[in-house]
């Protein structure tokens, strides 16, 4: 079973820059999560999907970052515009439900200069 | 909302010892107690989880304890190999659907051969 893919695995931009990330799923699951990982740290939840639905953005910068997951399978966070505190690793994990485990993905490494 | 914190923060350990990380949290409504480990590079792989109307879960050289009363769980290896030396992370779910994940900030363990 593939499992959840991500791409691009590095990006490297100039402050107030714009980016997107994109997350394909494994297939089947229906809940999508965005998490960003601060070197050093665990992984903090951006946003969560239950299909192509929302179910939490309490911690998403709204007014720098977005997210959608059209037909409720792919899904790209973007940031515009981008900020030095952005640098991190985006992870996307999906599960079969919500409530259920999660899988990660491997991740994008985001460089802001 | 919920807070996960992690011990130790760096674990060095003998070919062959045992390893042990513990993890407090704070939501007693929480029911979901997942363990992660990360290799350099890599997305977060869940290597085994226990839920909250469980005392203790075992997989091979691996095992998760819960005690919900002092609201505390912990990750045993043992035997631990060479290539057991990645960061592991601990989380717990916030409230009682096991939707989001909170993570503790990581033990980076390394095992000397």
């Known amino acids: 079973e593939a499992g959840v893919a991500q791409s691009p695995r590095y990006k490297i931009i100039e402050k107030r820059q714009s980016v997107a990330f994109w997350c394909n799923p494994i297939?089947?699951?229906?809940?999508l999560y965005w998490y960003q990982q601060i070197l050093g740290q665990g992984p903090k939840l951006l946003i969560q999907f239950q299909n192509n639905g929302v179910v939490d953005d309490s911690q998403l910068p709204k007014d720098r970052f977005s997210a959608e997951r059209l037909k409720g399978v792919d899904s790209t966070l973007k940031i515009q515009p981008a900020k030095l505190e952005d640098s991190a690793v985006y992870l996307c994990?999906?599960?079969?439900?919500?409530?259920?485990?999660?899988?990660f993905g491997p991740g994008t490494r985001l460089t802001v200069t | 909302g919920e807070n996960v914190e992690q011990h130790p923060s760096t674990l060095s350990v003998q070919e062959g010892d045992s390893a042990v990380i513990k993890c407090t949290y704070s939501?007693?409504?929480?029911?979901?107690f997942p363990w992660y480990k990360q290799e350099l590079g890599k997305g977060p792989q869940l290597i085994i989880d226990?839920?909250?109307?469980?005392g203790e879960k075992k997989d091979q050289r691996i095992a998760v304890t819960l005690n919900k009363t002092a609201k505390h769980f912990s990750l045993h290896i043992t035997e631990t190999q060479p290539e057991d030396s990645a960061v592991y992370f601990c989380?717990?779910?916030?409230?009682?659907?096991?939707?989001?994940?909170?993570f503790g900030a990581g033990t980076i363990l390394r095992v000397k051969s």
């Open positions: 297939s089947g699951h229906a809940t």
């Open positions: 939501d007693s409504a929480s029911n979901y």
């Open positions: 989380a717990a779910s916030e409230g009682s659907d096991g939707n989001k994940l909170v």
């Open positions: 226990i839920r909250s109307n469980v």
């Open positions: 994990a999906s599960s079969l439900a919500g409530g259920s485990e999660q899988y």
